[in-house]
């Protein structure tokens, strides 16, 4: 028996504090490592934080799967077999005999830290957490000896040291030719790529696993492309070229559907997820209106003239936006944010941010309304500033004057109208210039007197994915679409607490935030940690997301 065994045992039927002299390091066998980081004071509190390390070469994992993003794919290959694991080995019947968990990634494969590797000495390290048994307020020793001492060592052997390679393999190879795919878009002016064959539906709208009947995707032959990649393999399928891409057609027809591929497609998807290849260039924002939230200064004055109540929109701040006023905001907030593209869909957007039509141009006098609308400024926004648009638009044929090119959806099939459409296109009159966006230097992300009245400031936390609390408030993140695991928020929760450390240097936002990224490139989303026991939760938020959150807290205090 191992001496933790030993310990479990002895720490039998004692008050639940016990559990407390687990902490350590404990060797569990030849090829395993446990540390015990963090221990949990009772049986209701967050469960306790665990380290499994194993050498690499017992996994017989090739240190070379390991290179650049390999890295990424192999950590979330084994986090998903040691979810898996645990599943078979160490159930969890409640309370009695405790539990283990990891965290659960989604269809999105995103850097995380739930396994990392080490350098020096190389190891699998694997972040679990462990809820230790208990019998009212006292100590199971002897389930809690089978759950970290069996238990857990047939989860790590199941998961580590008897790995598919010929599966870890293919998701390492499928990482390299997603990402170099994306790096493709680039460098041949697009913004997306769909593959013939790619599955886009989801089974359910809170699913997002495949759906089983879709219809797969066909691309058009005149925005047909094929690329070589990393492993020699070829893709053919829809190349959306920059510039304003229109997607039409009838309701139902799947326009939606395809435009949160795109939404998507900043991320990789697992093997059998269906948009493998299913790419977008990595800072595309979904842009929609959101009214009710909070705006700090940002210069809406392209889209939006004198409000009535003569506020002055070009230093825009406000704790309830309408509809266009918080779409208006979004636009400019994500081109702060370095988008080149926005994906924009109807369902989603405030009519009158979008359209103006004649009747209503003619009925309401222009110095009566203070809004232009985006079709008067979307050819602006891409010959001025290089910025690209995705547009679902299938109520209004206006866009059909200012599109680069028009797609059709029927019945789930993609064709290119764009011929049909320029016969249709009536002249537009030149478009004013479309400005940069300012940058904003943060003053900081909690209100000024926060601490002062209450005992120690609380630092930002994530409730679920789309939500951030802190002492003074909560960030609302469910219009943030392109958040897509909980994890992330976590990341980003940790991210708001070090930029509240920063402020004050007359940065401005970009300037943090790049900074910041820098950082985590350079070191991984590790870095971020606040350090409390391991950092298991975290996984790789964008700079936009970032963006997003922050331009949603109440508290935010800018200036330019
Ligand atoms: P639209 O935006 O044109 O109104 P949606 O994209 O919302 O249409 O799609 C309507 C329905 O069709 C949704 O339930 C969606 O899941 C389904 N759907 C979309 N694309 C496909 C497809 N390729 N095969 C099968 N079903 C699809
Ligand atoms: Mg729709």
Known sequence: MTSLANKLQQLDGSGY???????GTHRLNDNLELSVDRVQSDPFAPPSLVQARVPLAATGIDPGLLEGVGAVAVSDYLTRRVHEAIRAHAPGGGKGSGALSIDTPGQQVLERTSVVFTQQAPQVVVRLEAALPAQGRRIRGRAARTLLTEALPQVIDRALLNTDHAALETAVVLMRDQ???RKLLVEHDLVGFIADGAVLPRAAGNSDLPADQAVPFASPASLQRSFTLDSGVEVTGMALPRG??????????GKSTVLRALERGVYNHIGGDGREFAVTVDDAVALRAEDGRSVADVDISTFIGDLPGGSDTSRFSTTNASGSTSQAAGLVESLEAGATTLLIDEDTSATNFMIRDD?????????KEPITPLLDRIRALWEDQGVSTVLVAGGSGAFIDVADRVLLLDHYRVSDVSEDARDLAEPIATQEAFPAPQHRVLQGLEPKDSGKHRGGKKSWQAKGLQSLRHSSGTIDLSAVQQLVDPSQTNSIAAILKELEQRTGTNQTLDELVTELFQQINADGVETISPH??????LARPRPQEVFAAINRNRSLRVHR
């Open 17 to 23: 504090g016990g559990y407390k002299r687990i902490a």
């Open 179 to 181: 990402t170099r795919l």
């Open 244 to 253: 304003v891409s229109l997607i039409i057609g009838g309701g139902y027809h």
């Open 359 to 367: 009747r209503m141009r003619q009925l309401v006098p222009g110095d």
């Open 532 to 537: 409390r026991g391991h950092p298991g939760r």
